[in-house]
């Protein structure tokens, strides 16, 4: 007898999230200054997903929303807009991306930082437990953005706050 079950099945016994964390070497002032400045986010993107800012100012609340150019796999360019959803200055930011235009699929990236003797300790969560959409699911192999990536976002960025 054979397996039958579906993708979406398989995705409901899967971890639906991954946190990564580092400590880095600056307060979490200037962390926090860093990603709350969207231009800055293509070059801490090491899945070489993030192109660039199309809109946007420094995040500053909850409700903002900045656009930003994607490439998946980098023949396929598309526009992302992203709301933040989670905004506590010097803490926590975090935002849910949807298609330009559209509502939200379901994921979300959180920033958790918490200060340490040496500097901040930075929690990036990739959470798409809010996916539910069958098809989006199947197309899309969650996690999208791969652990190693994300590990090494948090080394750009400590680069670009530990000078």
């Given amino acids: ?3 039958q079950r579906t993708d979406a099945a398989d995705h409901s016994r899967k971890p639906r999230f991954d946190v990564v964390s580092r400590e880095i070497s600056a ?7 860093v ?4 231009s800055r986010h293509p070059g801490l993107d090491d899945s ?10 420094r995040l500053t609340e909850v409700g ?9 796999g980098g023949a ?8 933040v959803v989670a905004f506590e200055p010097g803490r926590t930011i975090a935002w849910t991306t949807a298609e330009a235009d559209h509502e939200p ?7 958790d930082l918490e200060p340490t ?9 990739y959470d798409w437990s809010g996916v539910t959409d069958k098809e989006t699911l199947q197309m899309i192999p969650f996690p999208a953005v791969p652990r190693d990536a994300r590990l090494e976002t948090l080394e750009l960025l400590a680069q670009a706050t530990e000078s």
């Fill in 1 to 3: 007898m054979t397996d």
């Fill in 27 to 33: 307060p979490p002032e200037r962390v926090f200054d």
């Fill in 35 to 38: 990603l709350t400045d969207p």
């Fill in 48 to 57: 070489g997903m993030v192109l660039e800012l199309l809109d946007g100012d």
């Fill in 64 to 72: 903002q929303v900045f656009r930003m150019r994607m490439t998946m």
């Fill in 76 to 83: 396929n360019r598309y526009e992302t807009d992203n709301r």
């Fill in 105 to 111: 699929l379901g994921w979300l990236w959180r920033y």
């Fill in 117 to 125: 003797p040496a500097g901040t300790l930075v929690s990036q969560t």
